[in-house]
């Protein structure tokens, strides 16, 4: 069976230790859907909390240079992005996202607070969503079946 790769993307960095769940939990959530799906593939779905996170107090990397190019290197072997628009100016889920907007993988929103988003964000996002259950109902219908 083909394995379907989905990057989650958003912000990490503003929420820090305090509140790594607030930027991790929408994940973890998402994760557990998507890899239980019954669908035309085996869904890997890539949390990069799962390999560098701010929680950590021992960190396993030795500098942001390690995390951005794993992370980046996860984004261009996707087969789709998921973001969630928690924190608008999150400068690493914008790079991700351009990348992947560059090599025309499909990129697929979350903005749950209906926050104002950038224009480039809007345009280089296929569709954007408010409810979580919509967008993974869409992610399995339009891109997993």
């Not at 992370?71 to 690493?92: E, H, M, T």
Request: charged share 30%.
């Amino acid at each position: 069976m083909e394995v379907f790769n989905i990057y989650l993307c958003g912000g990490m960095g503003k929420f820090g230790k305090e509140n790594f769940e607030e930027g991790n939990c929408w994940r973890v959530y998402c994760k557990e859907i998507l890899e239980n799906y019954e669908c035309d593939y085996k869904v890997k779905a890539v949390n990069p909390n799962d390999y560098f996170s701010f929680k950590d107090d021992t960190p396993t990397y030795d500098n942001q240079r390690e995390i951005m190019e794993f992370d980046l290197n996860k984004v261009r072997n996707a087969d789709l992005i998921i973001v969630n628009f928690n924190d608008v100016y999150s400068l690493g889920s914008m790079s991700e996202i351009a990348i992947a907007y560059e090599r025309k993988i499909p990129v697929i929103g979350i903005n749950l607070k209906n926050q104002d988003l950038h224009p480039w964000q809007i345009e280089m996002s296929y569709r954007i969503f408010n409810n979580i259950e919509k967008m993974l109902e869409h992610v399995k219908e339009k891109y997993l079946m």
